[in-house]
């Protein structure tokens, strides 16, 4: 569901949602083991700006006062104090790069692209300390070798681990993994509804605001009536710096969705119907694919939901038309901490390929759980202070242990497997992404993250890649 092996990769399929990492997030915090990066946001910051461009953002800017009069009424009170900030996404269209790039590359004199070329090993000399190029196969059974000066591996956290750890012709614990860091510290973004908030019965923001939050139908329809389409903006609330420190906690997000009675949020078929409204603003190219008898990719999916979900269906129409929530669900986008025992390892089966599949065991600590839980309470303190209502919380996030609920799932936010360090012993690439121990290979994705904050990871990959294709043509200068 999560790996894409077409061209474009993952922006084929995401959601757009854009945001860089805080200063937080780059530092080392003693509270939260294995945190700190070997570069700083400053460092990044001119990469960000850039990789803004790439996706098609509209703004560089994230901060609640940039985006002041775009923000629904509930984040613009004035009344939740000091301990929370509005953490602000920007939507990308969202920009499937292998479509709005592909005639720059296509037309690039110093860009050669194989398409249904496979990676299936890194090659390198005896000593494995210099790569020489790559073994690829083909799923007719073809097998080629692409020799090279550099090389970069930006397949994922996933596939860039299997090659990896699958790598092993000279080195029998894989490339990189001279201290078994390869395929450890797997992170994910816990997504997961994690509490609720009762409604006072004539809080201070009205109901039509509260059924606005996350900008659903009425947003939708009313977008229809602009020529350009607005990409808009995402918010939440978010615990400020100063607290995470003082409280010792990891960083964290929450999303306020609204919703009636009988009626769940994340539920299979609520979502389709609000994706499907969402994405009438491409209308004129969703009836252009029609017509060339092309099925819009994931209608066909998002279709069946909602036929097969008529309550939930209901539910939406209730909810986002008539605006009559009764409660609003915290759902939760948290850090997760850094673990080791959180890992990817090769198992004994084999793909088409040839290729070890991959064995995935994503392990949260008792830090997630704690961290997400007193966020929540600081959040739902604020909530009540301003009048909007009471917080709920489930049992099993008061609970101790590894209860995390019927609904947790990740975000599709793989990172961590290949961890940046500055000393070997405790990852995998340095600062600027190659490999220790292989002088000449690269990774430039999500896999290189030590610590992942909350914001979806797409932007600081592609500032990361930019980052170092910057680092590559110095090299290639001298």
């Known amino acids: 569901k999560t790996r894409f092996r077409y061209f474009g990769g993952s922006t084929n399929r995401w959601a757009g949602w854009c945001r860089p990492l805080d200063v937080l997030d780059f530092t080392r915090r003693p509270w939260v083991p294995h945190s700190g990066w070997p570069i700083s946001k400053n460092d990044l910051v001119p990469y960000y700006r850039y990789a803004e461009q790439l996706c098609e953002l509209e703004s560089d800017r994230y901060d609640e006062a940039a985006w002041r009069r775009a923000l629904p009424d509930l984040y613009r009170l004035p009344s939740y104090g000091d301990q929370l900030r509005i953490a602000i996404w920007q939507g990308s269209p969202p920009t499937k790069f292998g479509v709005v790039y592909r005639n720059d590359i296509e037309q690039a004199s110093n860009i050669h692209t194989f398409l249904n070329a496979n990676v299936v090993e890194v090659i390198t000399n005896e000593t494995g300390e210099l790569a020489t190029g790559v073994r690829v196969k083909t799923l007719s059974g073809g097998e080629h070798f692409v020799t090279a000066r550099y090389i970069v591996l930006a397949a994922g956290a996933l596939e860039t681990t299997r090659i990896l750890l699958a790598s092993n012709r000279h080195r029998s614990a894989g490339l990189g993994n001279e201290y078994d860091n390869v395929g450890r510290y797997f992170m994910e973004h ?54 995470l420190k003082r409280e010792g906690l990891l960083n964290y997000s929450a999303h306020l969705t609204p919703v009636a009675a009988g009626v769940r949020a994340d539920s299979e078929g609520y979502r389709s119907v609000k994706r499907l409204v969402s994405n009438m603003r491409s209308l004129r190219k969703i009836v252009g694919q029609i017509r060339h008898r ?25 909810q986002e038309m008539l605006q009559r929530p009764t409660c609003l669900e915290l759902y939760t986008r948290a850090e997760q901490a850094p673990n080791p025992e959180s890992r990817v390892t090769l198992g004994t089966d084999r793909d088409s390929l040839g290729m070890p599949r991959l064995r995935l065991n994503w392990q949260l600590t008792q830090l997630d759980k704690d961290s997400i839980r ?21 049992p099993w996030l008061e609970s101790e242990g590894n209860d995390w609920g019927p609904e947790l799932r990740g975000g599709y936010h793989h990172m961590g497997t290949a961890r940046m360090s500055t000393n070997p012993q ?22 290189v993250f030590p610590t992942a904050g909350f914001a979806n990871p797409l932007l600081t990959i592609v500032a990361l890649a930019t980052r170092l294709a910057d680092h590559l043509k110095s090299l290639v200068r001298t």
């Open 294 to 318: 092309q099925m819009p990719s994931g209608m066909g999916k998002q279709i069946k939901n909602v036929l097969l979900n008529p309550r939930d269906v209901v539910g939406a129409v209730y």
């Open 190 to 243: 816990p997504h997961l509804v994690t509490g609720k908030i009762l409604l006072e019965k004539t809080p201070e923001v009205n109901r039509p605001s509260i059924a606005a939050i996350d900008r659903g139908i009425p947003g939708a329809l009313e977008r229809l009536r602009i020529v350009r389409p607005i990409h808009g903006i995402k918010c939440a609330f978010a615990v400020h710096p100063e607290i």
């Open 374 to 394: 007193r966020s929540q309470v600081i959040v739902g303190n604020a909530l009540q202070r301003a009048g909007i209502g009471r917080l709920e919380t489930p």
């Open 426 to 447: 405790d990852g995998v690439v340095d600062k600027n992404g190659r490999v220790h121990s292989v002088a000449n290979l690269f990774i430039a994705d999500g896999s």
